[in-house]
């Protein structure tokens, strides 16, 4: 999908990944609802956005509230026209001690935040993007999604589900002109792993320290490259400080699953 000229919505665009996308989709010619329960960090990166010609508004949004998520939506159709992109980005981590000392109210949320806003959402925008023809959902999943997570089972947990989500809806995407696809990067330079990184120090979680530190400008590369990537659908792109590499679930051509 060529991205100039499109209207995208972007959870969790108050910071880190979430502004990086914003700001990068921005200044490739979309118009951007950038949607966050930080009001203050929401309008930072509007702020951000419209000091270098952008266009964006901000959408104040509880993710894991349908009539927020609807809402949220609703902007990019009232303010832009329509409906073309959705990043589910928003996400928390449970933090260290980590499962299962971890208070159960706060993995519930993880869960909460970071698959089953990821459902609705999808759901909602593909219901607009449909009677539009067509659209591109970007998941944010996880490297602990795809391998064990021993520090944050819970978050890692959450974020599979996001992995096999995406993968399960590759053929149904496909039918609908929708392309679901999800981005699962390493550990990145964001204000929640900085502070996950100061709680693992902490508590004496040495191994979790990465030799380097992805940046979130990198995560909106893959981002965009998803979004413009038409033979893209049902996949998973990782994205490492090596490079990158997409698992894709559908069957190799001549075989069945």
Not at 105 to 130: F, N, P
Not at 224 to 239: K, T, Y
Request: contains cysteine; charged residues 20%.
């Amino acid at each position: 999908m060529e991205i100039r000229g499109k209207a995208a919505v972007i959870t969790g665009g108050g910071s880190g990944i979430g502004r990086a996308v914003s700001e990068r989709l921005a200044s490739d010619g979309a118009s951007v609802v950038v949607a966050d329960v930080d009001s203050a960090g929401g309008a930072e990166t509007v702020k951000r956005i419209e000091s270098t010609g952008g266009h964006a508004v901000f959408a104040r949004a509880d993710v894991t509230s349908e009539q927020d998520t609807r809402r949220m939506l609703q902007t990019a159709v009232e303010q832009f026209g329509r409906l073309d992109i959705l990043h589910n980005n928003a996400g928390i981590g449970t933090g260290a001690p980590g499962y299962p000392l971890v208070e159960p109210e706060r993995w519930h949320l993880v869960i909460e935040i970071d698959l089953q806003a990821v459902i609705l959402g999808t759901g909602l925008a593909a219901s607009i993007m449909e009677k539009q023809g067509g659209g591109v959902i970007i998941n944010t999943a996880s490297m602990a999604g795809l391998y064990p997570h021993r520090q944050d089972a819970v978050y890692g947990a959450a974020k599979a589900g996001v992995v096999n989500f995406t993968h399960s809806l590759a053929v149904w995407s496909a039918e609908k002109n929708i392309r679901v696809n999800c981005v699962c990067p390493g550990i990145v330079d964001t204000p929640l792993v900085r502070r996950g990184l100061e709680l693992a120090a902490q508590h004496g979680l040495k191994s979790w320290m990465p030799a380097k530190i992805i940046q979130p400008e990198e995560i909106a590369d893959a981002v965009v490259m998803l979004i413009r990537d038409d033979s893209l659908f049902g996949c998973a792109l990782e994205v490492r400080p090596t490079g990158r590499h997409v698992v894709d679930p559908r069957p190799a051509p001549g075989t069945k699953r």
